[in-house]
């Protein structure tokens, strides 16, 4: 490890998380590769797992968890949302409804840009935004495609079933009536990675009046190409720091 900044316990921290980026290990692999104690390790690994800078594989082997790809995702934010800023103002006009980005934060999904409708009755999201990950076509689509575990774990209490998200992967985009809001539709896809993750959600919601009671079959064409346009821009510039670099994730 590099030298310790003094501060023992994010010393020791940082050691376990370095060892790890090897690929999995077990507790008595980590104890033999950084050289703390056991119960040093065993205290320090269980704390990282509760905050789910590490995880555990089907083999009850630590690992690196989705906190630190959540953490360097938001560190480059501002290139993501720059490009998504004409994406969508384009959907908006194309569809006459309110557009946004979602990006996932722990349990919640965060409006990260929108293109508000400008006049008349709208679903007003303001960039910012923290909603639940328990409802709506976004939160569909931010978990459709997660591991087994979160996807377990986001289903618990949410608004939509397996069969709905099975239904998203199927289909590669989502859509939802009422979920997060009465009287409110929405229809949302996926924004992936250079290496296929979903990293975004591009969304258009408003009144049910207005999208329809099936607004995936109205909608969810152009919602897809907008996602994909986005998905384009990240992969021709997979160097770039749009916080969404999987390398280093």
């Known amino acids: 490890m590099r030298s310790p900044s003094g501060i023992g ?3 020791k921290s940082v050691m376990i998380m370095e060892a790890l980026e090897a690929g999995p ?5 980590l104890v033999e590769c950084t050289g703390l104690a056991r119960p040093t390790v065993h205290r320090l690994a269980t704390a990282l797992v509760h905050h789910r800078f590490l995880t555990r594989d089907v083999r009850g082997r630590y690992v ?3 906190r630190l790809a959540e953490l360097a995702s938001a560190a480059g934010d501002d290139q993501l949302v720059s490009a ?6 384009k959907l908006r006009d194309a569809t006459g409804e309110s557009s946004q980005l979602f990006r996932r934060q722990g349990d919640a999904r965060v409006c990260v840009a ?5 006049i008349g009755l709208r679903d007003s999201i303001p960039v910012g935004t923290q909603l639940s990950m328990k409802a709506g076509s976004a939160a569909q689509v931010l978990l459709a495609w997660e591991d087994h575990e979160r996807l377990v774990d986001g289903l618990r209490g949410a608004r939509f079933t397996p069969t709905v998200l099975a239904g998203v992967r ?3 985009w989502g859509e939802s009536l009422g979920e997060r809001e009465a009287g409110v539709a929405s229809v949302s896809a996926p924004v ?4 296929g993750r979903v990293i975004a959600a591009v969304s258009i919601s408003g009144p049910i009046e207005r999208l329809s009671r099936q607004p995936g079959r109205k909608f969810a064409g152009v919602v897809v190409a907008a996602a994909h346009q986005l998905t384009e821009m990240v992969r021709k510039n997979p160097d770039a720091d749009h916080g969404l670099n999987e390398e280093r994730k």
């Open 9 to 11: 316990v994010v010393d």
């Open 25 to 29: 290990a077990t507790l008595a692999q």
């Open 170 to 172: 199927r289909r590669g």
């Open 64 to 66: 690196i968890g989705s």
């Open 114 to 118: 929108s293109a508000e409708r400008p």
């Open 192 to 195: 992936r990675g250079p290496s």
């Open 84 to 89: 998504a800023g004409p994406v969508l103002l």
